[in-house]
């Protein structure tokens, strides 16, 4: 064994379609204006971190975490009002649903369907566990072609259907009846990822009752708890029971239940953080389109999707001024020469436009 190499071993053993992937990437971000990852850039009031540090300084650090974080997830479900019959199941991240959602129905020849472009984890995860997927391209404005769906539904009859709502990365709502269309035609389970809920006005939380092969998740990411890394999972207690059995023990730690659970008893300060971001966002979305040579996207997200001529001469440009955004040419046909813009503060948001009017010049 000690004549072969690492490199021939990793070749033997790892799978294929495993070689072949490009990790997920994360730029360094240290002294960047950072607008790329979709994060809140507020800090919660002074008073609220003094109660989180003295929670953190006392918080059994030296213990497991609490398997099955009772009260928290009361908290949740007082704040969606979800009724008698429907469960919260917490997750690390909305990966980590992601992935127990796609093993839990991965048997033999089962397909996840989403569209694309959309949030590149649907992918990867299928991927990652060995599960086909099928990707249908989105209409050219980026709404759900439903005709297209519909065909690939009942050609491929997927197991498990991921709907972004808004979607990731070109921000906008889907038709709510074209989603429905696709729930009662879909025999397989279909999930809304709701990342992006507190900069939206739809949701599908209270239509949980009527389709029993929905579910919707969630992350409190996008809301200021980027740094926690805690999704949920909201649904019938008969899907969210079989799917708690493939959760791996201690999932979510000590401290992210603690923090989040003192930061939902302050879900109102969270709130209003985001209808300050959905203010300046429709501020941004009006400058960038007065640009000429830009075509920005409607968003309901809190980020922005917008094509320049240069992608990617752009996003060079941009980093070489300490502004960082996410550059998505390249990753899909349909986002050609694409940036996406975080909403950040209106002081990073002028720094951002000023840059931006400078280099398209």
Known sequence: MSSVSAAALVNRLIRPEILALHAYHVPVSDGFIKLDAMENPYLVPQTLRDEIAALVANAPVNRYPDPNPVALKQQIRDLLNLPEGMDVLLGNGSDEIIQLLAMAVNQPNATLLSVEPSFVMYKMIATFIGMRYVGVPLAADFSLDLPAMLAAIAREQPALIFLAYPNNPTGNLFSAADIEQILRTATGLVVVDEAYYAFADDSFVPRLSEFPNLLVMRTFSKLGMAGLRLGFLVGSTTWLNELDKLRLPYNVG???????????????????????????????????????GVQVFPSQANFLLFRVKNATAVFNALKARNILIKNLNGGHPALSNCLRVTIGTPAENAQFLTALEEICR
């Open 254 to 292: 000590v401290l992210p239940q603690l923090v989040a659970s003192k930061l939902l008893d302050h879900h109102d300060v969270l709130l209003q953080q985001a209808a300050q971001l959905k203010q300046d966002r429709s501020a941004l979305l009006a400058q960038l389109a007065a640009l000429s």
